[in-house]
C-alpha cells in the first residue's frame, strides 16, 4: 500500500471521509474555542478513545513523537523566554526562571499541535487515499484538485521507500552510513542526487499513464472505490455538534468560573513532556548502543 493508510476493521475506518473531514475541522475550531491548556489537555484525552476505537494506538504513538519534540522545545523555550511572563512559577539551574503566563502560553500552542496532529493522524491512518478523492469529487471539488491531494499522500511513502533503496545501494558501494553526524550529513548528497532522479522518472511514468487513462478528457470521471454517508456518519456528526455547541457554551459562560489552569497543572505538564522525551532519547541510544555492539560482534566473528 503506498500511503499512509492502515487497513483495520473499526469504526473509524468505516466512516466516510466526508465525515472524518468534518470531524478533522471540528478538532482545529475545538482547539480555538478551547483556549485554556486545562481544556484542551481534557479534549487530547478525550480524543484518545477514538485512537484506541480504531485500533491504531502502536502507529498513532510512533507518529505523535515528532509532535511531541515540538511540545518540549515550545513549553521549554517560551516558559522561560517569553516576555508576556511575569508572575515566577519554579527556577531550574541557572537562575533560568518559567514564568505563570509565558506557561499558559507554551501550553496552549504545544496542546494545541497535540489535539490537531491527533486528528489529522487519525483521519490518514484510518482513510484510503481513493476514498478521500472519491469523497471530494462528490462535494464538487475539480477532479485534477483531489487528484493533487491523493498524489501527495501517496509519494510521501513512496519516496521513503525508495530513499530506504538508494541507501542500501549506496552501502553495498561502500558507503559508510555510521560515521559520526558531520560524516552523515556528507553521505547524504550521494543519496539526494539519485533519489531526485528516481521521483523526478516516476513523475514523468505517472504523467504518460495519466494520458493513458485519458485524465485530461471531460466529462465524468468513474472511480473503482465508492464512499457513502449512512447512519453511523450521522450519528457521529450528531455527536460532534453537540460536543461543539458545549464547547461555546462553556466557552461564553463557565470560562472565567472554572479557573482549572494552575501553576501545579502547569508544572506537571511541562515535566511529564521532559519525562516523555527523555525516555525517546533513552530508547533512540539504547537502539544506537544495539547497533553498535553488533556491529562489534559481527568484527569480532
Known sequence: MNSLYIPKDSLI?????????????????????????????????????????????????????????????????????????????????????????????????????????????LFVMTTHPSDMASALVKWKVPHSFAFILLS???????????????????QARCLDAKGSIIQRVKNLVPIFAPLFIITFMKVHQLSYVLECRAFSREGTKTSLRDTKIGSKDYFFLLGILIVLAFEVYVRMFMIESLNLTTDALLTYSLIGTWILFGFMIAKFLFKRIQVYMGGLADARS
Request: glycine share 4%; proline share 5%.
Open 152 to 170: 501527495t499522500f501517496q509519494i510521501i511513502p513512496i519516496i521513503a521507500r525508495e530513499a530506504k533503496i538508494v541507501m542500501e545501494a549506496q
Open 13 to 121: 475506518h468505516s466512516l466516510d471521509p466526508r465525515t472524518k473531514m468534518i470531524f478533522v475541522v471540528f478538532v482545529v475550531i475545538s482547539s480555538f474555542i478551547l483556549n485554556d491548556p486545562a481544556l484542551q489537555l481534557l479534549f487530547l484525552a478525550a480524543l484518545f478513545p477514538l485512537v484506541v476505537i480504531s485500533k491504531l494506538v502502536t502507529p498513532y504513538l510512533i507518529s505523535i513523537q515528532f509532535l511531541l519534540l515540538f511540545a518540549v522545545l515550545i513549553m521549554t523555550v517560551h516558559g522561560i523566554y517569553n516576555p508576556i511572563g511575569e508572575t515566577p512559577v519554579f527556577e531550574i539551574f541557572g537562575g533560568l526562571t518559567f514564568k505563570y503566563e509565558s506557561m499558559v502560553y507554551a501550553a496552549v500552542m504545544s496542546f494545541r499541535i497535540l489535539v490537531i496532529g491527533t486528528a489529522a493522524v
